[in-house]
């Protein structure tokens, strides 16, 4: 019987993978933790609180439950991470090394952990960037992750430790606030939206990025941990991608569902970040070696979006 420890279980992501890993799990064995009080949706099977930044901490907690599987996704998202530098590279790249270790010293099954788009800078090809593309990432985000991926392919080749990971997109979703990154405003939009107001963009009108939809985001995870790890060749961290699109064209989504949506533009230091990241990625590997798909469009998720968010209201 497998046994899951889930970190930043409250997070925008961990919430929404949770629910997944329960449904397929059962819910005592997923074992959810966060350094917040979790909300609703996690209150459906165990937690306990648990700060990644304190090594013996984690090693008990995996004692304590008979932990062989990891899902290691606290960490301190682009915008906040530029302004605690110290505080990225302990959350970002310290406790995935503790987390590695902790996975080779208890031989565990397999580790999931996620890398992001942020890793690639402003001389990545940022057309359809592909897998192996220039990575000199400009963010502290950036470099904590690509970090976090050599961790990964150093820990995965000289110990045998099967860690996982993808590189996400900016994630959009109607759950949980998102976290505190670049893309965020692709959330915030639809809430403004769903209220009547109007919304006022961090990012400039024609800010290309790469993004995915929760459920999307959700499928991919879960499809990566149970490939065959045989058929898996990359070892940092997978590209993946599924819709790519700008302020203005998320707003026409959005107007063909509520006419009179209006948006205006506030450029602030989030428009830097976003320049020096890709406008679309290329996740060829991903698709021939695991079957990765996407399912959403632009539209799709606006209307998903749309028709959903108004519970968190409620
Ligand atoms: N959301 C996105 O658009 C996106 C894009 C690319 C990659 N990612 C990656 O996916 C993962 C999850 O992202 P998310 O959007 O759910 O982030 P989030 O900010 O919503 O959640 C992160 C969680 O980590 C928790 N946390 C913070 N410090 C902690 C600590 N010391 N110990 C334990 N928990 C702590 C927070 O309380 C929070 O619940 C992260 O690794 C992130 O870098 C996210």
Request: aromatic share 10%.
């Amino acid at each position: 019987m497998d046994k899951i420890l889930f970190t930043g279980a409250a997070g925008q992501l961990g919430v929404e993978i949770i629910s997944k890993l329960r449904q397929m799990y059962g819910p005592e064995s997923v074992i959810a933790t966060d350094i917040r009080e979790p909300k609703g949706l996690l209150k459906d099977g165990p937690f306990e609180f648990l700060d990644v930044t304190d090594e013996a901490a984690i090693r008990a907690i995996v004692k304590k439950h008979n932990i062989t599987i990891i899902y290691h996704l606290a960490a301190l998202l682009s915008a906040k991470a530029e302004q605690n530098i110290d505080l990225a590279r302990r959350l970002n790249t310290g406790s995935l090394h503790y987390i590695l270790n902790i996975a080779r010293d208890n031989k565990l099954k397999r580790v999931f952990w996620p890398s992001s788009i942020a890793v690639f800078g402003p001389d990545a090809d940022s057309n359809g960037t592909p897998q192996n593309s220039q990575c000199n990432p400009t963010t502290i985000y950036g470099i904590n992750k690509l970090t976090g991926e050599q961790y990964c392919a150093y820990y995965n080749r000289v110990f045998g430790v099967d860690v996982r990971s993808l590189r996400y997109p900016g994630l959009i979703g109607y759950k949980t606030m998102p976290g505190g990154g670049t893309t965020d405003y692709a959330v915030d939009i639809y809430h403004k939206a769903i209220k009547g107001e109007p919304f006022e963009c961090f990012l400039d009108r024609d800010s290309r990025l790469p993004m995915m939809y929760m459920d999307d985001a959700v499928k991919a995870t879960i499809d990566l941990m149970h490939a065959e790890s045989k058929t898996l060749t990359v070892r940092t961290s997978y590209n993946v991608a599924a819709i790519s699109f700008t302020p203005e064209e998320i707003a026409a989504s959005i107007r063909k569902f509520i006419p009179g949506f209006k948006i205006t533009y506030k450029p602030d230091y989030r428009q830097q970040i976003a320049a020096s990241w890709p406008n679309y990625i290329d996740d060829t590997i991903a698709r021939n070696d695991w079957g990765w798909k996407p399912s959403y469009d632009l539209d799709k998720m606006t209307e998903d979006m749309l028709k959903n968010i108004s519970q968190f209201w409620d």
